[in-house]
């Protein structure tokens, strides 16, 4: 299967030109910015009335709500993971947890005005296909007795699916349940490399699985890659987009691996002499990213991908894509309370995020408490560089004039330093500045997180301890 692959990368076209060099000298770490602050800008002394008093100041905007529901567990750990999940067989572990899920609804119904459409549902892990179909069952029932479920057509609730751990009679019970959006996991099709990382996945999981969803009408597929994983080459990561193009899924998440093995006890078991050199690794990136164009698919931002016809396309081109802890959203303008273990909120103008142990998240409930670690309220000042790292990550340009109107500023004035930290990626040709518009270049947009940082007052001194490598 290599040869043709070999011979897809050589005929290729890149779709912009490619300069090697700058994008290492601007390979270095930083936030990916799912939030703004980061996460590490978080404090301890945020607790669980500061996230009440939130909940309950939201209601006079009448947003609609999305949530996050956090399943932490899987039934076998990928060497590769950095998400905050819970390795085990033992199925028994789930009814607790959602037990305890329906407690953490209980808590926090009282704060919140209920006729307020839930337009976004998402649940992520871990492995929500961990649970059980009346499981699954079970907790779809609580969180509509709770908040009210939504039959809008055009509704996104969304579920993360082990291939491994589905079949047919899965996706017909999540249609059922109102679910019309599917993630599923891939990383890669060749089978060393899916040793290499204890994740062996057969394609023909994902085929089944893929033409099932098709066929039932599910609105939008999205298939998960990594690239930068140990044994992968350009030309073997180009034989699994081969196989990936052909099954046409609407949507594409291709995640560029950090190695970080001192804060991921599971990334131990990798050897780092396995990886893929930074070399090689752009050269994945560059292969993967000349293929999905060829394919007809738009590059987003960062690490997404979509058809020209789906919702996160259309959004971008619309000026409402936006960013949140699971990548790029087509929902905007939503209040996202985040359930389970782990999970974060953003909720009127603050974060919170559940305690990351699960025995401190299950003391807290058992307590009545919500489990509520640490937060942040932000400032103005924060809420203005949100919105304009928001708008450059999703739209690749910054409109200073509508961020001076939206916050009653003098945009180009507020953020001169940030403007001035823009000046050597412009004379290198990463962005332009239009008058009042800064724009991403082709080649800027793979360094968009870079661009971001520019606009980020809360950087800590230490990058590479605490974020990922940017390409």
């Known amino acids: 299967m290599s040869v043709p692959a070999m011979s897809v990368h050589r005929e290729m076209a890149d779709p912009f030109p490619w300069d090697e060099a700058l994008l290492r000298r601007y390979d270095t770490h930083g936030p990916r910015y799912t939030s703004y602050p980061t996460a590490n800008s978080f404090s301890n002394d945020f607790d669980a009335l500061a996230y009440q008093d939130a ?17 932490p567990f899987c039934r076998k750990g990928c060497h590769y993971c950095a998400c905050h999940k819970i390795a085990t067989k033992a199925t028994r572990v789930a009814e ?23 337009a976004q549902l998402h649940w992520g892990g871990g492995t929500p296909t961990f649970l059980s179909l009346d499981q699954m069952s079970d907790l779809i029932d609580r969180l509509d007795a709770r908040f009210g479920l939504s039959s809008a057509r055009e509704r996104d609730y969304a579920i993360e699916i082990d291939p491994r751990e589905a079949d047919v009679f899965t996706l017909r019970h999540l249609q059922a349940l109102g679910f019309n959006r599917l993630s599923l996991g ?13 994740r062996v996945q057969p394609r023909i999981l994902t085929e089944v699985l893929l033409d ?9 597929l999205n298939l998960d890659l990594i690239y930068g994983l140990p044994l992968q080459t350009r030309d073997s990561f180009a034989a699994t987009l081969e196989q990936v ?5 609407a949507r594409l998440s291709v995640y560029n691996y950090a190695h970080m093995p001192e ?13 893929p050199g930074p070399e090689e690794k752009l050269a994945i990136l560059r292969t993967t990213i000349a293929m999905l164009t060829e394919a007809g698919y738009v590059h987003i931002g960062m690490d997404h991908f979509a058809r020209t016809s789906d919702s996160l ?8 894509l936006q960013r949140n802890f699971q990548g790029y959203s087509s929902h905007a303008q939503c209040d996202l309370v985040g359930l389970g273990v782990s999970a974060i909120s953003c909720v009127d103008d603050v974060y919170a995020q559940n305690h990351t142990r699960l025995a401190d998240y299950e003391a807290a409930l058992d307590s009545s408490q919500l489990p509520t670690a640490r937060g942040i309220r932000l400032t103005f000042d924060d809420r203005v560089r949100r919105h304009a790292i928001e708008r450059l990550m999703c739209d690749m340009t910054l409109d200073l004039d509508e961020l001076s109107e939206t916050f009653g500023i003098d945009a180009p004035r507020y953020l001169t330093e940030a403007l001035s930290r823009l000046e050597l990626p412009q004379r290198d040709g990463l962005v332009t500045v239009e008058g009042h518009r800064v724009v991403a270049t082709p080649i800027g947009r793979l360094l968009i997180r870079h661009l971001a940082m520019a606009f980020d007052a809360r950087l800590p001194p230490r990058l590479d301890t605490q974020f990922s490598r940017i390409v």
């Open 186 to 198: 891939v990383q890669d099709l060749d089978p060393r490399v899916q040793r290499a990382v204890n």
């Open 245 to 249: 193009i052909a099954m046409a899924p």
């Open 212 to 220: 099932e969803a098709d066929r039932l009408g599910f609105r939008s």
């Open 313 to 320: 396309a259309i959004a971008q081109r619309n000026g409402t």
């Open 263 to 275: 804060r991921f006890a599971a990334q131990r078991r990798i050897r780092a002499e396995d990886l």
């Open 96 to 118: 607790p947890y959602l037990s305890r899920l329906d407690r953490e609804m209980v808590l926090i119904k009282p704060h919140l005005d209920t006729r307020r459409e839930v």
């Open 55 to 71: 909940l309950a100041r939201s209601n006079a905007g009448g947003r609609p709500l999305s949530f996050y529901v956090h399943i």
